[in-house]
Every structure is written in C-alpha cells, then in structure tokens.
C-alpha cells in the first residue's frame, strides 16, 4: 500500500497540480518555476532524471537567477521531496543562500479514515468560514501558531482564491467568535486527491479533539466531492493523529527558502 499511495502521490500531484492558481509559470528542463501574488516564488518539478550533482547546481543557479531579475519576487520556496534523486541539491541550495526548514511528513490516506464522529468541548464550532474576516481572523490565528510574519499577504491571498475558486473550503474552529483552530480543503483537478492545507490549532485548545474534528469535516467535504485520497504535508502534531487513523507516511518534504536580501 505504502509504494501505491506513493506512486500515486507522484504521478498526481506533483508538478503542474502544484502551481494552480500561480500568477506567472516558466519551465526551466525539468523545473517549473512559479510566481505567487504577494511576491512569492515557487519551485518545483516531477523528477529530475538521472541528473548528477554538477547538472543540479546549474539548475539551481538557473532558477534563483530567474527569480532575482523579478524584483517584486521576495520570497522563493524550492520543494524537496526525501525519495527523489537529486544529488548535490542540498548543497547547491545553501550555497545559493537557500536555508532548509523542518522536515514534514508526506501522508497519504483514503478519506474515508478521516470521516470520524469526533467528541470536541461543547463551546468550539466547527464550521467553513464566512467571509473575508473570518479568513483574515484564520490566517492570524495561524501566523501566530506558524511563526509566519507575512501571514497577511498569505491570507490575503487566500481570500482572491476562495472568491475566484469556490472548490477551495477554508475550515474553522471558532470559539466566542475567537478562531481557534483552522485548516484547508483543496480538492486537485483532475485526480483522486485533495489536499489538507494549513491546520493549525491554538496550543491552548490542543489535545481535546479540535484538529481532529477540523480534520473530520475535511474529510466528510472530500468524501462529498467524490474523492478518494487526501493528502497532507504534516508537522509532528499532526502526523501521529493522521496515522492513528490508519494514513501512511510515504516519504518526506523540506522547504527551502530563499529571501531576497534587503537593500
């Protein structure tokens, strides 16, 4: 099971599936490089062949050569997945001023496993999100939680996306009118797959259910929508909760992130 959900994880969602909704895309051999609103740059690709190390430091000059002609571009995320062959990239990266975040876990399951009647304290709702504020009130609450100091422009983001794609669910926990907790849905065009985004809990409402209940309702949307998978990049808070309902651990990611330097 283990190497189908991987196999599938690779020929579904990498790739183009992940720069839907970019504003600009070029192709780079195997990269594609894409610019996001709020001046954030992505990269990412299928494979990257049977490339040596030499072959993967000149991808990677290439690419953040790209991105520092484009001057509104502060930010550039490279993705790295643990099971890929690329030799010399975490080098290459460093040395190009890339710095490695945490490891996540790459989790893949059948929705159903997550589709749980779960207890959570009476006083927290579980609901989507009702207009803008509420996504601003979420992408906070998640700067906070993240460490994130450009959660507004991410939020932001957010908001045109959910006003241009209604397939896109933003999912919230919501306390006294306080959004405690928060997580997205985003079913992939074309695929067996949606993808759980962005969940965050308060540390102070951890352990008494909310992420799982946040993760439940996802679950019941997808299972809706007619799909079969979802898939979750995890922190170690929420992968032991994904794999206690029987999801698996297929291989690892790693951000890393290049800032432009400021002048």
């Given at each position: ?117 779960v207890g959570i304290p009476v006083e927290v709702t579980i609901r989507r999100a009702r207009g803008d504020e509420e996504v601003l009130a979420a992408g906070e609450m998640q700067g906070r939680v993240f460490e994130d100091p450009d959660w507004r422009s991410r ?7 959910l006003h241009e794609d209604s397939s896109t669910e933003l999912w919230i926990a919501v306390v006294d009118d306080e959004v405690v907790g ?82």
């Open positions: 099971m283990h190497q189908q959900y991987l196999e599938a994880y690779d020929r579904q969602l990498r790739a183009t599936p992940e720069i839907a909704g970019a504003s600009s895309t070029v192709e780079l051999g195997p990269l594609l490089l894409a610019t996001f609103a709020g001046g954030r740059g992505f990269i990412t690709y299928a494979e990257l062949g049977e490339m040596d190390a030499e072959g993967v430091a000149r991808l990677v000059d290439a690419a953040i050569d790209h991105f520092v002609d484009l001057p509104t571009v502060t930010s550039v995320e490279w993705k790295t997945r643990g099971h890929d062959h690329a030799p010399g990239l975490h080098d290459a990266l460093v040395a190009r001023g890339f710095r490695p975040e945490d490891p996540e876990s790459i989790m893949v399951g059948e929705a159903g496993l997550l589709a749980q009647e939020a932001e983001a957010l908001i045109a996306r928060a997580g997205r849905l985003e079913p992939v065009a074309g695929t067996e797959f949606a993808g759980l985004w962005g969940g965050a809990i308060l540390p102070e409402w951890r352990g008494r259910g909310v992420y799982r209940a946040l993760t439940a309702e996802r679950a019941r949307s997808a299972l809706a929508l007619g799909i079969r998978f979802l898939q979750s990049d995890s922190t170690e808070f929420s992968r032991p909760i994904l794999e206690r309902s029987g999801f698996l651990k297929v291989s690892t990611t790693t951000p890393y992130v290049w800032t432009r330097p400021s002048v």
